[in-house]
T-cell receptor, first 115, second 111 residues
Framework: DGGITQSPKYLFRKEGQNVTLSCEQN?????MYWYRQDPGQGLRLIYYSQIVNDFQKGDIAEGYSVSREKKESFPLTVTSAQKNPTAFYLC??????????????FGDGTRLSIL | KQEVTQIPAALSVPEGENLVLNCSFT??????LQWFRQDPGKGLTSLLLIQSSQREQTSGRLNASLDKSSGRSTLYIAASQPGDSATYLCAAMEYVNKLVFGAGTILRVKS
C-alpha cells in the first residue's frame, strides 16, 4: 500500500542528546513536511522540502534540522538546542502542482518525550 | 500573519444529529482551505479540499463551504454517527503548499 511511514512511534530523549525521527513515503510525492503538534493546539510547520536537496524553514525551525537526500525520505533531527521538545511530530507529503490542489497526506506520528 | 480559529473547541451531540463546525481565517488571500480528521494518537486524514475559486465541496455525508470574502469555512456533517467522533482540523493554504492550521474541534457523537 502507498503511504507515509514514521518511526519510531515513541521516542525518549535524554538531556543534551540529539535524536532523529524517520519519515519515508512511497507515494512518489515531491514535497514533504514536518509539523509539531502540542496538546490543544493546531499543527505548526517546522521544515518543508519541495524537491530533493532543497528545504526551507517553517515557523518554528529553531532547534531542528533536516535533510532531503532522497525523494522518499525526509528525516528530522531534534537537537539539544530545542529546549522544549516534548510533542507529537507529524510528517506529511504532497504532490507538487502549479494549482495547489493536492491535499497533504500524513503519517501516524512520533511522540517524543524527555527522560 | 494568517491566523485560523475553530469554533467550538468541543462538541457533543446525539447520534443522528446534523452538525456544523466553523473555521475562520484572517487573511483572505488563500489558495485553498482543507478539512482534516484526526483520531486519537494518529495522523491526519484529508476530508475535503476547497479551491479558492470554489464555494463548496461534498463527499458523502460531509459538505464544506468557503466564503473567502468573509474569511469563513464550515464543515457540515449530516446524520452523525459514533464513528464520526474525532478531532476535526481546518487549514488555510497561504502559498505554495504552506498550511496554517486551526486548533481543531473535538467531536463526540453519543450512541
Amino acid at each position: 500500500d502507498g503511504g507515509i511511514t514514521q518511526s519510531p512511534k515513541y521516542l525518549f530523549r535524554k538531556e543534551g542528546q540529539n535524536v532523529t525521527l524517520s519519515c519515508e513515503q512511497n507515494l512518489n510525492h515531491d514535497a514533504m513536511y514536518w509539523y509539531r503538534q502540542d496538546p490543544g493546539q493546531g499543527l505548526r510547520l517546522i521544515y518543508y522540502s519541495q524537491i530533493v536537496n532543497d528545504f526551507q524553514k517553517g515557523d518554528i525551525a529553531e532547534g531542528y534540522s533536516v535533510s532531503r537526500e532522497k525523494k522518499e525520505s525526509f528525516p528530522l533531527t531534534v537537537t539539544s538546542a530545542q529546549k522544549n521538545p516534548t510533542a507529537f511530530y507529524l510528517c506529511a507529503s504532497s504532490g507538487r502542482t502549479a494549482h495547489n490542489n493536492q491535499p497533504q497526506h500524513f503519517g501516524d506520528g512520533t511522540r517524543l518525550s524527555i527522560l | 500573519k494568517q491566523e485560523v480559529t475553530q469554533i467550538p473547541a468541543a462538541l457533543s451531540v446525539p447520534e443522528g444529529e446534523n452538525l456544523v463546525l466553523n473555521c475562520s481565517f484572517t487573511d483572505s488571500a488563500i489558495y485553498n482551505l482543507q478539512w482534516f480528521r484526526q483520531d486519537p494518537g494518529k495522523g491526519l486524514t484529508s476530508l475535503l479540499l476547497i479551491q479558492s475559486s470554489q464555494r463548496e465541496q461534498t463527499s458523502g455525508r460531509l459538505n464544506a463551504s468557503l466564503d473567502k470574502s468573509s474569511g469563513r469555512s464550515t464543515l457540515y456533517i449530516a446524520a452523525s454517527q459514533p464513528g464520526d467522533s474525532a478531532t476535526y482540523l481546518c487549514a488555510a493554504m497561504e502559498y505554495v503548499n504552506k498550511l496554517v492550521f486551526g486548533a481543531g474541534t473535538i467531536l463526540r457523537v453519543k450512541s
